[in-house]
């Protein structure tokens, strides 16, 4: 999984319940503490705020969450509360809102003793409140059902994950190495139009650049994670080779780390030269980046490289692949890229090799390869659209094993078999305007995938 979400868990209520019964508010307590150790249960971190009334309340509860740096607002409607007690303080804060609609009792059926409507009607004040959120622009997401049904907390928690993702995904900061792929028009958007439209800003850098962070970089620093490679993966490749790789990808890493990037991407035909400081591609970086929720794509490719990192900030684990080839008989995609995965997804250690670089000048770099693991995934792919829009495409796919070929493992592999029979698949995944970059989750999160979009105000085509 990703980061783990802290929630402001903010129960509602009516002042004039205190004022008329004021001995019924006790009885709502077990409700909140079932609440709080379900998403405690579910590893989330929960700040819970006093049950609120009044507007000051309200505001105070709101603020308290953004001091303690929360994720998410969750809010409980324990009755009615009247949504302008309440609105000022949601939609003047910036933390995303995700509403349970739960009431204590399963059966409010044609049985049911008139005492028990006290302790069952919040959700008409979810109406009330969500109605007004509506109307103010407030994006949030819902969800309804028995407080005790664990599905209802599991479902929440996605939301939450989603809602995190976004909020990254609206402040990510990428650096791009060289220029975008000549002729590479998918994915290619302007700078400007990614921080108006989606708040992504880019910060463009040349070799010169990379080649200031090689000086610094130490034989100790690199002996460090030599040692460090040799104990996370089979290293089957020359000492040089792996030095004059780490050698790059460190003076790589520290730009990224100085610079407070949450994404980068590079153009491999950017590295051009045989001698001198960049002498080589990082490619192992871009993998060691991404298993530290870094976003990464390849050729210049900054949107998709905002999503693996916000993904990535949401759900965990969450590599940058392309779709290759079509496997018509057996319904399946294979998915690869040059010398770019997060080993956090491979089936098995990952192995090191020199890979035979013939694009440019450079010298052989380091790659990973590795199989993805088998088992249930997300794929997750953004598409700009005219009028400078976005929208994602997602489906629900099952990841297959890898391969009796030999001479295929040293490539980056992966076996995805969608839900549709594969030329559906592909025939709606073009029409939705896909591109040929994309981001897999291992894990079917396609609950917290569609409130990523929805708080990204992004419609999300669902191939299933």
Not at 430 to 445: D, K, R, V
Request: charged share 20%; proline share 5%; glycine share 8%.
């Amino acid at each position: 999984m990703g980061k783990k979400p802290k929630i402001g868990l903010l129960p509602l209520y009516l002042e004039l319940y205190d004022k008329t019964l004021p001995e019924v508010r006790k009885s709502f307590q077990p409700l909140i503490d079932k609440i709080v150790n379900s998403f405690k249960a579910n590893g989330v971190d929960v700040i819970t705020a006093d049950v609120c009334r009044l507007a000051n309340e309200f505001g105070n509860a709101v603020l308290r969450f953004e001091q303690e740096s929360a994720d998410c607002i969750v809010t409980l409607h324990l009755a009615y509360s009247p949504s302008l007690e309440s609105i000022d303080a949601l939609i003047g804060t910036e933390l995303p809102i995700v509403v349970l609609d739960v009431t204590m009792d399963m059966r409010f059926g044609r049985n049911t003793h008139p005492d028990r409507i006290m302790y069952n009607h919040g959700i008409h004040g979810v109406m009330d409140m969500t109605c007004m959120l509506r109307r103010h622009g407030k994006r949030f997401c819902i969800v309804a059902g028995y407080a005790g049904d664990s599905k209802v907390i599991k479902r929440a928690v996605a939301m939450i994950r989603g809602a995190m993702a976004a909020r990254h995904m609206s402040r990510t900061k990428v650096l791009r190495i060289g220029d975008s792929f000549k002729g590479m028009g998918d994915f290619y958007v302007e700078s400007d139009t990614l921080l108006k439209a989606l708040g992504i800003t880019v910060h463009q850098a040349g070799l010169d650049e990379l080649a200031g962070s090689v000086d610094l970089v130490t034989v100790k620093d690199i002996d460090n994670e030599l040692a460090a490679d040799r104990e996370k993966y089979c290293c089957d490749l020359a000492e040089d080779v792996h030095r004059r790789s780490l050698r790059v990808c460190l003076a790589t890493r520290r730009i990224l780390e100085t610079g407070g990037y949450d994404a980068f991407s590079m153009n491999f035909l950017a590295f051009s030269m045989s001698e001198g400081p960049v002498d080589t591609v990082p490619f192992l970086e871009a993998c060691k980046a991404m298993a530290r929720g870094i976003g990464y794509a390849g050729e210049g490719d900054v949107l998709t490289a905002a999503l693996v990192g916000a993904l990535s900030q949401g759900f965990g684990e969450v590599t940058f692949t392309e779709l290759f080839c079509p496997d018509w008989e057996g319904s399946s995609l294979f998915l690869s890229h040059m010398g770019e995965v997060n080993p956090v997804l491979a089936m098995e250690q990952p192995r090191l090799i020199e890979y035979n670089f013939p694009y440019t000048p450079a010298q052989n770099p380091a790659k990973l390869t590795c199989c993805l693991k088998q088992g249930p995934a997300t794929f997750v792919d953004i598409v700009p659209g005219p009028n400078d829009s976005f929208s994602l495409i997602a489906a629900p796919v099952e990841m297959l094993g890898d391969t009796s070929v030999a001479e295929m493992k040293d490539s980056v592999r992966g076996w995805m078999k969608p839900v549709l029979p594969l030329e559906s698949f592909l025939e709606k995944y073009s029409q939705y305007g896909g591109t040929h970059h994309s981001a897999l989750i291992m894990g079917n999160e396609m609950e917290g995938i569609r409130a990523f979009a929805d708080f990204m105000g992004l419609q999300c085509n669902i191939i299933s």
